[in-house]
């Protein structure tokens, strides 16, 4: 079995067709399917045992995403790692577009790619040669420094590198998959398609989507990284890293309607870093329009 898929899954008796029927799509076929049920309380395990007999399932008390992944990965036997969250789904082209690409860069030891909303119309990739290269970019360490450029259900990582970085810390919930990235960045070189290759579900709720719950969890992820022995000490400014996170959390809150908590946020954002922030791929005024669409909201 050359690719091992693995799909946490929390109550995602709603969504996990939608994301099984992506794995059905895939025009590479040498892959095995494990999804892990973290504990939940709408029949996810057996729903999906009598839906979709060739899924392997696996059952774990509830741990969050990152004990599901690691438990996942330990019951696979896939030579490449695949994550997909049971609500999302993958292009058809995924597996075997970054399979070839791996072929043409065999140093790379990770590989990731764009991803887009469950309903945009996406053309098939013509010629994968072209994307080889004309459509491959390199990050490096020094690109997690401020922001995770990585989304998850985009991965695709050769086991032993995963193993060598020691999988998820299961002591984070939420940006356990920007600790790892980051780790394995410092570990081997990662390629980014600049093609998409799955979709995600936007959805308010979710773990990376509520600040509440998520800034603690990646100030944390941030505190780790860049202590004495973390992977990013000396790999840019940790005040400017902080900022960012404020800033993201700042539209957040105001996404959902808490228009003072927006405020509050990007204040401490700019207390953690007054200067531009220069986000690569962003506008450079990008929190001072935040700023004043937060005030907006407040009146």
Partial sequence: MRVSVIIPAYNAKATIDETLASLDSQ???DFEVIVVDDGSSDGTAEYVRQRHPGVNVFSQQNAGPAAARNYG??????????????????????LQLQLELANEHPELGMFCGRTTDLVTPIEAPSD????ADDFVQFLSLADFAFSNPVATTAVLVRRHIFAACNGFDTSFRGPEDYELWMRIAGHTK???????????????????RNFETFLPEVLRVLD??????????????KRRAV???YMGASWMASE?????????????????????????????HLRTALLVKALKGLF
């Fill in 190 to 208: 990662i390629g980014k398609i600049s093609y998409p290759v799955s979709r995600y579900r936007d959805e308010v709720g979710s773990l990376s």
């Fill in 73 to 94: 990965v330990s019951q696979s036997r896939g030579e490449w790692l695949a994550f997909l969250d049971a609500d999302d789904a993958w292009l058809p082209w995924r």
């Fill in 243 to 245: 900022a960012v996170q």
């Fill in 256 to 284: 959902s309607g808490k228009a003072c908590a927006g405020v509050s946020l990007l204040l401490r954002s700019y207390l953690a870093w007054p200067c531009p922030l220069q986000i690569p791929g962003k506008r450079r």
């Fill in 128 to 131: 994968v040669q072209q994307y």
């Fill in 224 to 237: 780790k990284a860049y202590a004495p022995t973390g992977v990013l000490h000396g790999h840019g400014s």
């Fill in 27 to 29: 025009t590479f076929r």
